[in-house]
């Protein structure tokens, strides 16, 4: 498989459901990874690539609904389409406001899957750049001092810079400096740039 193929996980204790819905996704050439439950999920490894949860809400063991809270605490959550026989509005609305691509009561037609598996990949490849480029981010502000990052705090605060150097009892061309630096080590081209990249630090 490629690195960048996209992959979507299957998780439902029927195992007909699973084949059926493996292989309409297969046909359509996307990659499908069947788990039977919850915690069979969560013992395989993290993907590296677009991916999102095809997720029955009743299983044994652990529900979907509670996989979904787990997987939101981690750093790599995935976009999850939740499916069940038995749907409610309060459940359905609990997980959409969890973060849900889908809530899709069975039986669901093809199409309307389809498309939901569609907009959850999309979601995930975006989410993948921005988790890329936070690590890059990152990378630039550990370059910056101690000094450096209070002045930044500040500066994206919208403090003017004789207002920065009488709260830190610095020099106004101390602060320009810094300021200077600043944008060199964090590669912002202006102003606006350096204050996006902080709100995409936060």
Do not use: W
């Not at 997720?55 to 979907?64: F, N, T």
């Not at 790599?76 to 389409?81: G, H, S, V």
């Not at 849900?100 to 569609?118: D, I, N, T, W, Y």
């Not at 990152?138 to 002045?151: D, F, I, K, S």
Request: aromatic share 4%; proline share 5%; net charge neutral.
């Amino acid at each position: 498989m490629k690195q960048r193929e996209p992959i979507v996980f299957i998780v439902d204790d029927d195992v007909s459901v699973r084949e059926a819905l493996a292989s309409l996704l297969e046909t359509t050439g996307l990659h499908a990874k069947s788990f039977g439950s919850a915690e069979e999920f969560l013992r395989y490894p993290r993907p590296n690539q677009p991916a999102c949860l095809l997720l029955d809400v009743r299983m044994p063991g652990a529900s979907g609904l509670e996989l979904q809270r787990e997987l939101t605490a981690t750093e790599r959550p995935l976009p999850i389409i939740f499916m069940t026989e038995y749907g409610d509005v309060p459940t359905a609305v609990g997980a959409m406001k969890a973060g849900a691509v889908e809530f899709l009561p069975k039986p669901f037609r093809e199409s309307e899957l389809l498309e939901a598996v569609r907009r959850a990949l999309e979601q995930d490849r975006v989410a993948g750049r921005q988790r890329a480029e936070r690590v890059v981010l990152r990378a630039r502000l550990e370059q910056l001092t101690l000094r450096e990052r209070e002045v930044m705090a500040m500066l994206v605060q919208g403090r003017l810079n004789k207002q920065i150097a009488a709260d830190l009892g610095i020099s106004e061309i101390t602060v320009k400096v810094h300021r200077h630096r600043i944008m060199e080590k964090m590669q912002a081209s202006n102003f606006a740039e350096l204050v996006r990249m902080v709100e995409r630090l936060s």
